[in-house]
C-alpha cells in the first residue's frame, strides 16, 4: 500500500494530536506543519517540515493530503485553496460553518477530482460503540430513549472557541459529534422532528450548554444535553455517571464515563406488584419509585468493542488505497449540518422543527 | 377553632393513606369510609363508620367535608354529587379527565356554596420544597434549567392505574403532581411551549414513560422524565441520584432521592483553563470533560426545610376555618389540566405547543 503524505494545517489543540498519532502511524508520512501564528510552529517535532505559510505547504509536492485543522471559519477557504492546488483534503468537523459553504467546498473538490473527507473520529469512541453495538444486536428490544449527557465543571471554553466569528460554541466542538454519532448509530431512520435549548450560560459569545431531542421515525427519541457549567461533587471515579443511558421495553443499558464502565440491566419480574413493595420516603410512601427488592434487577455486561480514534486514521490508509470507502462521507456531514441548522432554529424559536 | 369532620370516598392505597393521617391529627375528625367495593372496608380502623354507600356517606350530618380517593374518572360525578349534597370538597388529583370536567365541577360547587380545593400534598415534598428553596432565595444567579428525573424498576402500575377508562397511566398518577410542583415553584412565570415524548413502554394501555420540557419566560427550561422502566443497578443508597438538577450561572443545586441529599455546588474560578488540564480518556483527550481539577469545586449545604404531607391537612384546618388561604386553588389546578392537555397534544403530534 502507498504510504499517504500528509501536511497539516494548524497547529493548535488538535494540530497537536494530529501530528502526534500521524507521526507514529505506519502508513502515513507526516510531512510538515503549516499555522498562521509562527509562535504555534516553535514545538513541532524534528524531522516535521515548518512552512512559513500554506502557499509553501500546497506548492510541496511531497503532500499529498492536506488535514485541515484551523479554526472553523477557515475551513472553507482552506479546503478550496487545498483542493485548487490538488491535494486531497481531511478537514477537522464542523466540516463547514452552512450548508452553503459544504456545497461549494463539494463542488470545488468534485471540479478538482481530490478526495475530501471529515475527521469524525469520535464515530471511533468506545463509550459511542458499545452503545451501538446494544442497539445494533437489539439487546434493549424496541428501543424509545437514548440519552448521551456530558456535564463539565468550569464553563471553559478554550483558545478560539470561545469567539463566534471563529466558529466556536460547544454546538461546533462537541455538539456536531454527538450528532453525528447518533445518525451514524441509526443510519436508515429518519428524524422526525427537532427541538433545541440552547445557551450562553457563562461564555458571552458563544453557547456552552444545550439540550437537543431528536425524535425518530423508528420509534427512538435521541437525546444529547451538553453543558460546560452543570456541577456535581461526585467522587472522580463516580464523575461521569450515566454518560450514556438507552431503554428499550427488554431492558436499560448505560455506560459512565469515556473509559466505558457499564451494564445492560433487566427485570426478572415485569408488570407484578413487587412484592406490593411500599417504601416510606421523606415525600410520603411510594410504590413505583423505591429502591428495587432484592434479586428483580440481573445485569448482563456490555458487549465488548475494540476501537479508538487511531482507527479512523487506518481506515483513512486503506481507503485511499481503494481497499475500503472512507469511514465518513461528505453526505453524512452534509445530514448533520442541515441538522445543526434546524437545531438552532429550534433554540431561536422555541419550536420544534419538522425535519426529514 | 372548629374541628372538620371529614369522610373519605375510596379505600385504595390513597385512601389508606389518608385514613392514616386523618385519624390522628388534631383539628379533623375522620367521620367514616366508603367504597363500592365492601372488601375494602374490612380493614377500615375502629370508630370510623363504614358507609354502605356513596348515598349514605353525603346523608351524614356529621359529615362536613368528603374527601374523594377514588379512581380518577368517578372524580366527576363524586364532587357534583357531594356538592349537591351541601358537602365542602377535597378532591384527589387529578382533580378532573379533562377542562370541562372541572368546570362543570367548578359550576356546581360555586352553585352550591361548598369550598372545593385538590390534594396536592406534593407541594410539601422536601426534595422539591428544597429546590423551591434554592430558586426562590436566588442561590443559584439566573437559572436556566431545572430538572426533575424518577426512574422505576419494574415497569409496575398499581391497581386501576393500568387502565386507559380509570384515569390510568403515569401522567395522571405522577405527571400532574410533577407540573404541579414546577408551576407554583415559579408562579409567575408563562410557559412559552411545551414539548413532550409520552410511551407505552410496557403497559399497553397507559403511558408508563415521558418527558415533557416546558420553556418558561422567565428564561428556565424545566424538565421532567419519568420512567418506570428506566433500569441502573446502582446500590440501594444510591438508588435516586440526581433525582433534581437546577442549574444557574452561579452554580448548580442537586437533591438525591426523596429523602434529599444534595448539595449545592460552585466553582472557585470561572472562564479560565483549569491548569491546562487535559484528561486522556479511551475516548482521547478532552478538556471540558474531564474531572475536576482539585481544590476547583465547593458545595454549599441545601436550605432547610421543614415540609411535610401532613402540613397539606394543617393547611386545611386554619383555610376551613378562615384563617389562611386554602394551599391548592382551583385555578391552579385548571392550569395544570390545560397544561396536560398541551402535553398530550405534543406527545401525539411530535411537535411542540405553544401554551400562554
Same mark, same amino acid.
Given at each position: 500500500m502507498k504510504t499517504v503524505r500528509i501536511a497539516i494545517i494548524g497547529h493548535g489543540f488538535m494540530g497537536h494530536e494530529h501530528e502526534a498519532m500521524l507521526s507514529e502511524m505506519d502508513g502515513i508520512q507526516l510531512v510538515g506543519i503549516s499555522d498562521?501564528?509562527? @509562535?504555534?510552529?516553535?514545538? @513541532?517535532?524534528?524531522g516535521i517540515k515548518r512552512y512559513q505559510n500554506n502557499e509553501e505547504l500546497f506548492a510541496d509536492p511531497e503532500v499529498d493530503v492536506v488535514l485541515i485543522a484551523a479554526n472553523n471559519n477557515q475551513h472553507h477557504d482552506l479546503v478550496i485553496q487545498a483542493a485548487r492546488a490538488g491535494k486531497d483534503v481531511i478537514c477537522e468537523k464542523p466540516v463547514a460553518m452552512s450548508l452553503e459553504e459544504l456545497d461549494d467546498m463539494v463542488r470545488v473538490t468534485e471540479e478538482c477530482g481530490v478526495k475530501f473527507t471529515v475527521h469524525h473520529q469520535r464515530r471511533m469512541d468506545p463509550d459511542f460503540r458499545i452503545m451501538k453495538e446494544v442497539y445494533d444486536q437489539k439487546e434493549l428490544g424496541e428501543v424509545y430513549m437514548l440519552k448521551n449527557s456530558l456535564y463539565g465543571f468550569n464553563g471553559n471554553m478554550h483558545d478560539w472557541h470561545i469567539y463566534k466569528s471563529e466558529g466556536g460554541g460547544m454546538l461546533y466542538d462537541w455538539g456536531v459529534h454527538l450528532l453525528d454519532q447518533i445518525l451514524w448509530m441509526m443510519p436508515g431512520a429518519k428524524i422526525t422532528s427537532v427541538y433545541a435549548d440552547i445557551r450562553n450560560v457563562i461564555n458571552e459569545e458563544v453557547d456552552d450548554y444545550f439540550k437537543i431531542l431528536l425524535r425518530f421515525d423508528n420509534n427512538v427519541t435521541a437525546e444529547v444535553e451538553l453543558g460546560t457549567y452543570v456541577l456535581t461533587d461526585k467522587e472522580q471515579d463516580k464523575w461521569f455517571e450515566r454518560h450514556w443511558i438507552m431503554s428499550g421495553n427488554k431492558g436499560t443499558a448505560y455506560v459512565d464515563g469515556f473509559d466505558s464502565e457499564g451494564k445492560i440491566v433487566r427485570t426478572t419480574r415485569l408488570l407484578s406488584n413487587a412484592g406490593n413493595g411500599r417504601t416510606m420516603t421523606a415525600a410520603g410512601p411510594t410504590r413505583s419509585f423505591g429502591p428495587p427488592v432484592p434479586g428483580i434487577l440481573t445485569t448482563e455486561a456490555l458487549p465488548e468493542v475494540n476501537t479508538c480514534h487511531r482507527d479512523y486514521f487506518e481506515n483513512y490508509i486503506k481507503a485511499y488505497n481503494g481497499e475500503e470507502e472512507f469511514l465518513v462521507k461528505i453526505s453524512e456531514t452534509r445530514r448533520v449540518l442541515a441538522l445543526m441548522d434546524a437545531v438552532r432554529e429550534s433554540g431561536r424559536t422555541g419550536k420544534s422543527i419538522a425535519f426529514e
Open positions: 498562521i501564528d509562527p @509562535v504555534q510552529l516553535e514545538d @513541532v517535532k524534528k
